[in-house]
């Protein structure tokens, strides 16, 4: 199978804001968490790649076609969901659906039904008169049932109470298991992460740190006791340090120092997903 | 349906080796019986809060060994298995258990005699308490 997203070296400045190189593929069947601080880059990249913005070099291949290039096929087989709707607001969920249901061809009536029903989305409603929560809920019914392989959604849980999350997460999950299909999802919220992403892939501060399978990161960083603190001002492996408690993201070179040293260590521990990534997107490292 | 595999990051054994040793369990013990549909891969993914490609790796090795099949656009479902590997999943299961707590001991720098010791402890506390 060809990856459903190939991005190679790609660059973009916006003022003093530099994002990239970025280096990305996606295959099928895979979810990939955009993780990052606030202006990181996630949503500049998602619209890079939906060709809403161009890129100053590198290139962007969705379906094996290039994103800024004249074919436009690539475009029926990627649905995006942006943290803002742009011209949504004069109208009604009903409304949007006659405009949006025609555009794709296997648009799932039911699942949109379904989502509606158990969301309790006003339909008759305009689109600016909803609440905050009502609109994320509404743009995800409108966006999911497109059923395009791919599905770019930026945020899409910000808003939502904790029934609708879970909800989306087994609304997500039932999607997935229905063909070769790929999400690629921007979020802060640590259960999105944890519960549906295969990898992640982390941006800091428009610098690309890397595309870790989910298991691989949590593997690979260990917290030490020591015996007592170290007078050294930074061993193998060390990303962290506080008195006799060190982390280490190569906890084998940490060990194989230590015991040479002759350094004794009380207890170890893995870390939570939530420190890994604190630690990723701390500024000194 | 969700299942009881607790997984622990701590342990030194893989990740996937733990869903399959704990899936085996589950099916040589008659937790789950033959015929019943598992989760999708993607679905004991995020239940686990472990990736696809992690689920995916264990759910091959167990098909690989006959414990569950693949049926296409069906799902995945528990094989029948005969009860002479059921006693060898029990069998492997209380040996592998005994060989993890000797390793664990042996970290601690303890002997083989000391070893013996607190095992032949063990047995002799479980005798008494019949």
Known sequence: ?285 | MQLPIHLSNESREPIYHQIEHQLKALIASGHIQAGTALPSIRGLAKDLEISVITIRRAYQNLEYQGFIETKQGKGTFVCDIEDALKQQVKINSVYETIERSIETAMSYNYTIEQIEEIFHNILMSYKKGE
């Not at chain 1, 649905?79 to 969920?93: E, L, V």
């Not at chain 1, 298991?177 to 992640?200: F, M, N, P, V």
């Not at chain 1, 595309?211 to 001002?233: H, I, M, Q």
């Not at chain 1, 170890?268 to 890994?276: A, F, K, V, Y």
């Open chain 1, 1 to 285: 199978m060809k990856p459903f997203v190939e991005i190679t070296q790609v660059k973009k400045k916006i003022d003093n804001f530099h994002l990239g190189p970025i280096n990305l593929t996606i295959e099928p069947g895979t979810i990939t968490s955009l993780v990052g601080n606030n202006g990181s880059g996630k949503s500049t990249l998602m619209k890079l790649m939906m060709n809403l913005a161009n890129t100053d070099s590198g290139s962007i291949n969705l379906f094996n076609q290039n994103v800024s290039g004249d074919e436009e096929q690539w475009k029926s087989f990627v649905s995006y969901q942006s943290q803002k709707m742009i011209g949504w607001d004069a109208f009604t969920g009903e409304n949007l659906k006659c405009f949006i249901a025609p555009l794709y061809e296997h648009w799932d009536e039911q699942l949109f039904q379904r989502i509606v029903e158990h969301f309790a989305i006003p339909l008759n409603q305009r689109f600016s008169k909803l609440s905050q929560g009502s609109q994320q809920k509404l743009t995800l019914a409108l966006t999911i049932p497109r059923n395009t392989p791919l599905l770019l959604l930026d945020e899409p849980t910000a808003y939502l109470d904790i029934p609708a999350k879970t909800h989306l997460m087994d609304i997500l999950v039932e999607w997935m298991d229905q063909g070769e299909r790929s999400i690629i999802i921007a979020s802060h919220q640590i259960e999105d992460i944890k519960k549906l992403s295969d990898y992640l892939f982390v941006l800091r501060n428009g610098e690309m740190i890397g595309n870790f399978e989910k298991e691989a990161l949590t593997e690979r960083y260990k917290r030490y006791w020591l015996r007592s603190e170290l007078t050294e001002s930074s061993i193998p492996g060390e990303v962290f340090r506080d008195r006799v408690q060190v982390v280490s993201n190569h906890p084998k070179e940490t060990e194989h120092y230590l015991q040479e040293k002759g350094l004794q260590w009380t207890n170890q521990s893995s870390l939570d997903l939530e420190e890994i990534i604190t630690l990723l997107l701390s500024p000194t490292r």
